[in-house]
C-alpha cells in the first residue's frame, strides 16, 4: 500500500498534469489538510474547461479624468465649474486621484508579468470568461494592507469558495475564503453547472460581475469589483484569454457613483492630495459630495478611452451597476440601437447589482455618446464617448422601401396653465382654496407664480408655410406635449 506521501505526490501529480496552469502551492507539511480537505478543491467531475486564472490585489493610484479635462465640453477644469468640484485639488478637497485597490490578473502563480488589460475596462478587475460545463480556478493573493476576499454572482460554489464574511455558521477551512489577510492567499473554486447556464431565451453569454465581500459597500467603494461572463457551450475560442466567437467586440461598463467617502483610503487620500489636510471636514455634505464620482469603469466627464468598434460588426455590450439609492442609470446610447432581452432599445436601466446584457450592431460611424439620463449624473460626469469605424465597403443593412413622411414642426412659446378647470377634479375644490394642498401650486402672489407658466412646445403644421396648424381631436390629450404625435410604421 502507497504511503499517504505518495498518495499526495501522486495526486498533485494528477491534478498539475491535468490543469497545468495550476501551481498547487502546498508544502508536505500540509499533508494532512490536503487528504482530509481536499475534496473542495478537486473539481468536480465535467466535461468542461477548467480555466485557472491568477488574480492579485493591489493598491494603486488612480485618477478619474486623465485627460486633465471635461471631454464632453472641452473645457479645462479651470473654466468648468461643475467637473472641477469633483476633480480639482485644494486646501480641502482630494481632486481627481485617489488610492484604490484594484484585482490585477498575472500570466502565472510567480505573480510577476500582469496581464495587459484594455484601457476602457478602467479599473476594473480582468475579465472572467468561461463557458457552461467549466471549472473556474481563481488564485487570489492578497498585496494589499487589509483583509478582502473574492466573491462571485452567477456562478456555483461551496462553502470553501463563496468568498462572503457573514455569520453563515462555516468554521475551519470552510471559513478561509471568507477573509484573506495581507500577504494571504486562497483558491477559489466555481463551476458553471446546467442550472446556471444561459437559457435558450438568452444571450450567448450571461453578464455577472465578482467583488471582495469582507465588508462589501466598502470594498467595492475601495475598487474591488471586475466582470465575469458565462457563455453558452462552443461560445469561446481555445486561446487564452479565451475570445467570444460569436461577436467581434466584448465591452463591459460598470455604471455607479463611486463613493471615495465609503473608500477605506479615504483618510489617506485627505493626507495625500488636500494640501491642507488638517482643514477637512469628512463631515461636511459638500466635502462628501466632491468624492462622489460619477463615473464609468471609473472614468468621469468623457475621460473613458479607447471604446471604438466597426460598422456591421457584432458588439456585445455587458452592463452592471453598484452602489446604493443614487444609483439609479439610464445609460442610452447616441446613435444606434440596442437589444435586451429580445427587444430593441437605445436606453438600457441600471440598478445596484443589476446586470444587462445588451448586443449592438452599429450602423452609422462617428463618435457618439454614451450618457446616464438621470440629470444630476449627466451634469456630474457620468459621460464617455464611443467610436464607430467603418471598417468595410460592406453596403449597410438597412435598404428603405417605405414611405417618405414629413412634418413641420415649430417650436412654439405659449402660456402653459396647468389647471385650465381652475379646480382639483377629484376633490372639487379651487385649486386656490387656501389650505387645500393644490393652493401652494396654484396662489399666484408677489412671491409665487401660480399655476401658468411661460413654455416651449413643438406644434405640427400642414406644410412648410407653417401658416395653418394640424389640430386632431384625438391629440387634445397630449397636452404641452407636440400636438400631432409623430408615428412611423414598418412594412
Ligand atoms: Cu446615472
Avoid at 61 to 82: C, E, H, M
Wanted: glycine share 8%.
Amino acid at each position: 500500500m502507497q504511503s499517504p506521501f505518495v498518495l499526495f505526490l501522486l495526486y498533485r501529480q494528477l491534478f498539475n498534469c491535468l490543469f497545468p496552469r495550476v501551481m498547487w502551492a502546498m508544502e508536505p507539511g500540509h499533508l494532512l489538510w490536503a487528504l482530509l480537505f481536499v475534496q473542495p478543491l478537486w473539481p468536480r467531475l465535467t466535461d468542461g474547461a477548467t480555466r485557472v486564472y491568477y488574480l492579485g490585489i493591489q493598491d494603486v493610484q488612480w485618477n478619474y479624468a486623465p485627460k486633465g479635462r471635461n471631454v464632453i465640453t472641452n473645457q479645462p477644469l479651470d473654466s468648468d465649474t461643475v467637473a472641477s468640484n469633483f476633480l480639482k485639488s485644494d486646501k480641502n478637497r482630494i481632486g481627481s486621484s485617489y488610492k484604490k485597490t484594484i484585482y490585477k490578473e498575472y500570466r502565472d502563480g510567480s505573480y510577476m508579468d500582469e496581464m495587459v488589460q484594455p484601457a476602457w475596462l478602467g479599473f476594473l478587475g480582468p475579465v472572467l470568461k468561461a463557458e457552461v460545463g467549466d471549472i473556474i480556478l481563481i488564485h487570489l493573493k492578497n498585496f494589499a494592507t487589509r483583509p478582502y476576499t473574492i466573491h462571485p454572482h452567477g456562478v456555483f460554489y461551496e462553502k470553501d469558495s463563496e468568498g462572503s464574511l457573514y455569520p453563515d455558521g462555516s468554521s475551519g477551512w470552510l471559513k478561509a475564503d471568507d477573509s484573506v489577510p495581507p500577504g494571504g492567499s486562497h483558491i477559489y473554486n466555481w463551476t458553471i453547472p446546467e442550472g446556471h447556464a444561459p437559457t435558450d431565451a438568452d444571450p450567448a453569454c450571461l453578464t455577472w460581475i465578482y467583488h471582495s465581500h469582507v465588508d462589501a459597500p466598502r470594498d467595492i467603494a475601495t475598487g474591488l469589483i471586475g466582470p465575469l461572463i458565462t457563455c453558452k457551450r462552443g461560445t469561446l475560442d481555445g486561446n487564452f484569454p479565451p475570445q467570444r466567437q460569436d461577436v467581434d467586440n466584448d465591452f463591459f461598463l460598470l455604471f455607479s457613483v463611486i463613493d471615495e467617502n465609503l473608500s477605506w483610503h479615504i483618510n489617506e487620500n485627505i493626507a495625500t492630495y488636500c494640501s491642507d489636510p488638517a482643514s477637512v471636514d469628512i463631515e461636511d455634505e459638500t466635502f462628501q459630495e466632491s468624492n462622489k464620482m460619477h463615473a464609468i469603469n471609473g472614468f468621469v466627464f468623457g475621460n473613458l478611452p479607447d471604446l471604438s468598434m466597426c460598422t456591421q460588426k457584432r458588439v456585445a455590450w455587458h452592463l452592471f451597476g453598484m452602489g446604493n439609492e443614487v444609483d439609479v442609470h439610464t445609460a442610452f446610447f447616441h446613435g444606434q440601437m440596442l437589444t435586451i432581452r429580445g427587444h430593441r432599445t437605445d436606453v438600457a436601466h441600471i440598478f445596484p447589482a443589476t446586470f444587462v446584457t445588451a448586443e449592438m450592431v452599429p450602423q452609422e460611424p462617428g463618435t457618439w455618446l454614451i450618457s446616464c439620463q438621470v440629470n444630476s449624473h449627466l451634469q456630474d460626469g457620468m459621460q464617455a464617448l464611443y467610436k464607430i469605424k467603418s471598417c468595410s465597403m460592406t453596403p449597410p443593412m438597412n435598404l428603405l422601401t417605405g414611405k417618405v413622411r414629413q412634418y413641420f414642426i415649430e417650436a412654439h412659446e405659449i402660456q402653459w396653465d396647468y389647471g385650465p378647470m381652475g379646480h382639483d377634479g377629484s376633490t372639487g375644490k379651487n385649486l386656490r382654496e387656501p389650505g387645500s394642498g393644490s393652493d401652494k401650486f396654484f396662489q399666484k402672489s408677489s412671491s409665487r407664480i401660480g399655476g401658468t407658466y411661460w413654455k416651449v412646445r413643438y406644434e405640427a403644421f400642414q406644410d412648410e408655410t407653417f401658416q395653418e396648424k394640424v389640430q386632431l381631436e384625438e391629440d387634445k390629450h397630449l397636452g404641452i406635449l407636440g400636438e400631432e404625435s409623430l408615428t412611423c410604421e414598418f412594412n
